[in-house]
């Protein structure tokens, strides 16, 4: 059984950065896909980015485009979202979870993390 966890969540004022992480354990991931979704409160999750097994296929939803920068350590069973010029609207539970597809939709996602909060304050 495969168990994500993200880490890195907190309060922080607008325009600040916050670096997340989500650890794996249970079994190596190396071909899967992993992404993170956000959900605010009466909202859907919503996909943020994806990263492909070998970290070079980036795929970034157009909100967090430029801003957001998602990579991966698989020495470490790690993935990184990076966040930098944070806005209010980028507050919400963040989420990884592992795919072996490349979809984007949260129904494509086998494993998932219980998420970290994260609160932008303006």
């Known amino acids: 059984q495969v168990q994500l966890q993200e880490s890195g969540g907190g309060l922080v004022q607008a325009g600040d950065s916050l670096k997340l992480a989500c650890t794996w354990s249970g079994r190596a991931l190396s071909n899967y896909h992993i992404g993170w979704f956000r959900q605010a409160p009466g909202v859907e999750r919503e996909f943020v980015a994806r990263i492909s097994p070998s970290g070079f296929m980036l795929t970034y939803s157009n909100s967090v485009k430029g801003r957001f920068t998602i990579s991966r350590d698989s020495t470490k069973n790690t993935a990184y979202l990076q966040m930098n010029t944070l806005k209010p609207e980028d507050t919400a539970v963040y989420y990884c979870?592992?795919?072996?597809?490349?979809?984007?939709?949260?129904?494509?996602?086998?494993?998932w993390g219980q998420g970290t909060q994260v609160t932008v304050s303006s």
């Open positions: 979870a592992a795919t072996r597809t490349q979809g984007i939709d949260p129904s494509a996602y086998a494993y």
